[in-house]
């Protein structure tokens, strides 16, 4: 049939949904996308995307029309980011590019244009939708009699004017937000807080690679003193005039710490010790009490007095708040450490939880506002760049700030005062791979997370988690001497199998998929009674069976082992150990919780034994022989590696490991990769710079 022109052309619909351009085809009715007659992963907002797009196809779709069609709700910074994400991913999934489109043309400043040519058919619109102009009307308009019309809208220009003279009478001008700049050293802000009154601001800072310590800033004046309490984390500032602060700290990932809890003055002395092994803290408004999270048993309590758990989880919590009347703690939900995606939640004193506000890719920072009516935090939906939101306890959420580069919210004074950092983050790969002499950057794309080496130390597998992996992340592999990354799917990777012919992948943490690195189709691993995976699923030495660590209903996370071709996973570990390795003659698992101890577990049962020699917080992997693991701290750079025996419990210098262009700012090392006999390797560095400010006249 033939559709009503449009700007004077004519668009042929085939009837049945469907619309094809070279190797693609769209089903409109099922939403989904194929190349060659295979499904492509494309989510909702691309897909309407390229549904407006198709609809138009060689016509200017205007920027404005995809924000009322898709955004209509959005505020202009929302939707500027999610029409340029969602535009970013379509363009992914059709292999196109912004500076030479096959598909879709970018007009600065305007919109979009489908440019290839559709193979003799259109997208159908309704007739009664659409104008001989090309407009979006309704037809029952234009039956309209001229003169109602006429008369609805001289009625509707003096309610306007009626009501324009109303708020012209009780509104003024809205200023913009004031800005004070607050720190200028180069480095990283862990956190920071308004001192009682707010004529001062204490914050806990690591400036020019040197370690985490206590500042105080006046407002007034524009330097700084320390407290002089090195090697420190500030948790809360009490209404008192009493930090809490963490010391004994040990670094786990880029600002998260756990250390042992200490209470000291603002006006300065040596903080009292009060327990371990805590990450996070916040005093009660009348400075009498702290809500805490701990870790205990391999999972993480909010306790409200110390002591008293309010919530639980096999995840992790961070940034916990207490609400100005007491009665609540709003806190950051996390499913899986560390990974910071998750839910913003609250928790009254009888432990009743609820769910504000889900579905963050990633969430740093969180305050009350000063009415108590609104929990106001910083997270991302896709990407990196965090902005700042406000929840009210109903669920009703409002955009409020954001920034090039991402914020993470930091305190909000009783006047409404804002406390934020201004961050840049990034995460990366650097390795020495066969025939270099040098180390080579190996990092993707803005968050590249290394996951494992082959043995012969040729071929890297990662995952990339930033703004191009998407919310579920991509996983890919490349060679060490820097081709293009190859992608092979969604998830976190895992692990390559000895014959590096698969790869593990787990998705959303809810499913666990084997990925075909050449020629080959993805397996789906049955998932039986695991509630939620973790971050990571290694082989075992046969290529069959695979390692990996989740929980089921009702327990903490442990390591089970998994049959790739069938079978139950079988738990292998008590509850509380997350991080598991096989070591290579496939008798051991060494695992850990993750920041405690670590324990060798005999495969085939039997009684577990401790790592001599390993220290707290120390992060292993296995050396070819199974008498040794490669130790080291993840901390800032330079790291040193041994070789640990872990009969003996004797250690040797392996090697040092300094980021060649990181040497002398903020860098925390971790997830270090050996080939089989070690010459080869990899790593990631994780830097996060960020500047302090204070902000007035945020609403």
Same mark, same amino acid.
């Given at each position: 049939?033939?559709?009503?022109?449009?700007?004077?052309?004519?668009?042929?619909?085939?009837?049945?949904?469907?619309?094809?351009?070279?190797?693609?085809?769209?089903?409109?009715?099922?939403?989904?996308?194929?190349?060659?007659?295979?499904?492509?992963?494309?989510?909702?907002?691309?897909?309407?995307?390229?549904?407006?797009?198709?609809?138009? =196809?060689?016509?200017?779709?205007?920027?404005?029309?995809?924000?009322?069609?898709?955004?209509?709700?959005?505020?202009?910074?929302?939707?500027?980011?999610?029409?340029?994400?969602?535009?970013?991913?379509?363009?992914?999934?059709?292999?196109?590019?912004?500076?030479?489109?096959?598909?879709?043309?970018?007009?600065?400043?305007?919109?979009?244009?489908?440019?290839?040519?559709?193979?003799?058919?259109?997208? *159908?619109?309704?007739?009664?939708?659409?104008?001989?102009?090309?407009?979006?009307?309704?037809?029952?308009?234009?039956?309209?009699?001229?003169?109602?019309?006429?008369?609805?809208?001289?009625?509707?220009?003096?309610?306007?004017?009626?009501?324009?003279?109303?708020?012209?009478?009780?509104?003024?001008?809205?200023?913009?937000?004031?800005?004070?700049?607050?720190?200028?050293?180069?480095?990283?802000?862990?956190?920071?807080?308004?001192?009682?009154?707010?004529?001062?601001?204490?914050?806990?800072?690591?400036?020019?690679?040197?370690?985490?310590?206590?500042?105080?800033?006046?407002?007034?004046?524009?330097?700084?003193? =320390?407290?002089?309490?090195? #090697?420190?984390?500030?948790? #809360?500032?009490?209404?008192?005039?009493?930090?809490?602060?963490?010391?004994?700290?040990?670094?786990?990932?880029?600002?998260?710490?756990?250390?042992?809890?200490?209470?000291?003055?603002?006006?300065?002395? =040596?903080? @009292?010790?009060?327990?371990?092994?805590?990450?996070?803290?916040?005093? =009660?408004?009348?400075?009498?009490?702290?809500?805490?999270?701990?870790?205990?048993?391999?999972?993480?309590?909010?306790?409200?007095?110390?002591?008293?758990?309010?919530?639980?989880?096999?995840?992790?919590?961070?940034?916990?708040?207490?609400?100005?009347?007491?009665?609540?703690?709003?806190?950051?939900?996390?499913?899986? /450490?560390?990974?910071?995606?998750?839910?913003?939640?609250?928790?009254?004193?009888?432990?009743?939880?609820?769910?504000?506000?889900?579905?963050?890719?990633?969430?740093?920072?969180?305050?009350?506002?000063?009415?108590?009516?609104?929990?106001?935090?910083?997270? #991302? @939906?896709?990407?990196?760049?965090?902005?700042?939101?406000?929840?009210?306890?109903?669920?009703?959420?409002?955009?409020?700030?954001?920034?090039?580069?991402?914020?993470?919210?930091?305190?909000?004074?009783?006047?409404?005062?804002?406390?934020?950092?201004?961050?840049?983050?990034?995460?990366?790969?650097?390795?020495?791979?066969?025939?270099?002499?040098?180390?080579?950057?190996?990092?993707?794309?803005?968050?590249?997370?290394?996951?494992?080496?082959?043995?012969?130390?040729?071929?890297?597998?990662?995952?990339?988690?930033?703004?191009?992996?998407?919310?579920?992340?991509?996983?890919?592999?490349?060679?060490?001497?820097?081709?293009?990354?190859?992608?092979?799917? *969604?998830?976190?990777?895992?692990?390559?199998?000895?014959?590096?012919?698969?790869?593990?992948?787990?998705?959303?943490?809810?499913?666990?998929?084997?990925? !075909?690195?050449?020629?080959?189709?993805?397996?789906?691993?049955?998932?039986?009674?695991?509630?939620? /995976?973790?971050?990571?699923?290694?082989?075992?030495?046969?290529?069959?069976?695979?390692?990996?660590?989740?929980?089921?209903?009702?327990?903490?996370?442990?390591?089970?082992?998994?049959?790739?071709?069938?079978?139950?996973?079988?738990?292998?570990?008590?509850?509380?150990?997350?991080?598991?390795?096989?070591?290579?003659?496939?008798?051991? &698992?060494?695992?850990?919780?993750?920041?405690?101890?670590?324990?060798?577990?005999?495969?085939?049962?039997?009684?577990?034994?401790?790592?001599?020699?390993?220290?707290?917080?120390?992060?292993?992997?296995?050396?070819?022989?199974?008498?040794?693991?490669?130790?080291?701290?993840?901390?800032?750079?330079?790291?040193?590696? /041994?070789?640990?025996? &872990?009969?003996?419990?004797?250690?040797?210098?392996?090697?040092?490991?300094? !980021?060649?262009?990181?040497?002398?700012?903020?860098?925390?090392?971790?997830?270090?990769?050996?080939?089989?006999?070690? @010459?080869?390797?990899?790593?990631?560095?994780?830097?996060?710079?960020?500047?302090?400010?204070?902000?007035?006249?945020?609403?």
């Amino acid at each position: 049939m033939l559709d009503i022109p449009q700007n004077g052309k004519a668009h042929v619909s085939n009837g049945n949904g469907t619309v094809r351009f070279g190797v693609f085809e769209v089903d409109l009715r099922s939403g989904e996308l194929r190349k060659s007659g295979s499904r492509i992963k494309l989510q909702d907002q691309p897909f309407k995307v390229l549904q407006i797009l198709l609809e138009h =196809s060689g016509d200017l779709v205007t920027r404005e029309e995809l924000q009322s069609r898709i955004w209509p709700e959005e505020s202009f910074g929302d939707f500027d980011h999610a029409v340029n994400v969602a535009v970013g991913k379509l363009r992914t999934a059709l292999g196109d590019s912004a500076d030479n489109p096959s598909f879709i043309e970018t007009v600065p400043r305007r919109g979009y244009r489908f440019v290839a040519q559709l193979d003799g058919a259109s997208v *159908e619109t309704d007739p009664a939708e659409v104008s001989t102009t090309g407009e979006y009307r309704s037809r029952a308009f234009s039956r309209l009699n001229g003169a109602l019309l006429a008369v609805f809208a001289i009625l509707f220009a003096v309610v306007l004017l009626g009501l324009g003279v109303f708020l012209g009478r009780r509104t003024a001008p809205s200023q913009p937000p004031d800005f004070q700049r607050l720190t200028v050293k180069h480095g990283t802000v862990y956190s920071a807080r308004f001192a009682p009154g707010a004529y001062n601001v204490i914050y806990a800072a690591s400036w020019d690679g040197a370690p985490i310590e206590i500042f105080s800033t006046e407002l007034k004046f524009p330097w700084a003193r =320390s407290f002089g309490l090195p #090697a420190t984390q500030l948790l #809360a500032v009490s209404s008192s005039g009493e930090m809490a602060v963490l010391q004994a700290i040990d670094h786990r990932f880029l600002l998260g710490v756990r250390g042992t809890l200490g209470q000291v003055s603002v006006t300065g002395g =040596s903080p @009292r010790q009060i327990t371990e092994n805590v990450d996070w803290a916040d005093w =009660s408004p009348d400075g009498k009490t702290l809500a805490v999270v701990r870790a205990i048993a391999g999972k993480e309590r909010l306790e409200f007095p110390l002591g008293r758990v309010l919530y639980e989880t096999a995840g992790w919590v961070s940034h916990p708040r207490v609400s100005p009347k007491g009665d609540q703690i709003a806190f950051l939900d996390h499913s899986i /450490y560390p990974d910071d995606r998750g839910a913003v939640s609250i928790v009254d004193l009888a432990g009743r939880k609820k769910v504000l506000s889900t579905g963050w890719e990633t969430e740093e920072g969180l305050a009350w506002s000063p009415d108590g009516k609104e929990v106001w935090f910083s997270a #991302a @939906r896709a990407g990196l760049e965090r902005r700042i939101y406000a929840v009210d306890l109903s669920g009703r959420q409002r955009p409020v700030f954001q920034a090039p580069g991402g914020v993470t919210l930091q305190d909000i004074a009783s006047d409404g005062t804002v406390l934020l950092t201004r961050d840049q983050q990034r995460k990366g790969i650097m390795a020495l791979g066969p025939g270099s002499t040098r180390e080579r950057e190996l990092s993707w794309m803005d968050w590249s997370f290394p996951a494992d080496l082959s043995a012969d130390g040729k071929i890297l597998l990662f995952d990339e988690q930033g703004e191009g992996g998407g919310p579920n992340y991509v996983v890919a592999v490349r060679d060490m001497q820097g081709s293009p990354p190859i992608p092979l799917g *969604e998830g976190m990777a895992g692990g390559l199998s000895p014959d590096g012919k698969w790869a593990t992948t787990i998705v959303s943490n809810g499913q666990l998929l084997v990925l !075909p690195t050449g020629a080959g189709t993805a397996k789906r691993i049955e998932r039986h009674d695991i509630e939620q /995976y973790g971050m990571e699923a290694h082989w075992l030495p046969d290529g069959q069976q695979i390692i990996f660590s989740g929980n089921q209903p009702g327990h903490g996370a442990r390591c089970f082992i998994q049959n790739i071709d069938g079978g139950k996973p079988r738990p292998v570990t008590p509850e509380g150990i997350v991080f598991c390795q096989v070591s290579p003659d496939a008798k051991w &698992i060494a695992g850990s919780s993750g920041g405690g101890e670590a324990w060798l577990y005999p495969i085939d049962g039997g009684e577990a034994r401790p790592i001599p020699g390993l220290l707290p917080g120390e992060d292993f992997t296995w050396t070819a022989d199974a008498s040794f693991l490669y130790v080291y701290h993840w901390k800032q750079a330079p790291i040193k590696i /041994y070789r640990l025996n &872990i009969l003996s419990g004797q250690r040797r210098f392996f090697k040092e490991i300094t !980021p060649p262009e990181l040497s002398g700012s903020y860098c925390d090392i971790d997830h270090v990769l050996f080939s089989f006999d070690g @010459r080869y390797y990899a790593y990631g560095y994780a830097r996060l710079l960020s500047e302090l400010y204070m902000i007035k006249g945020l609403r």
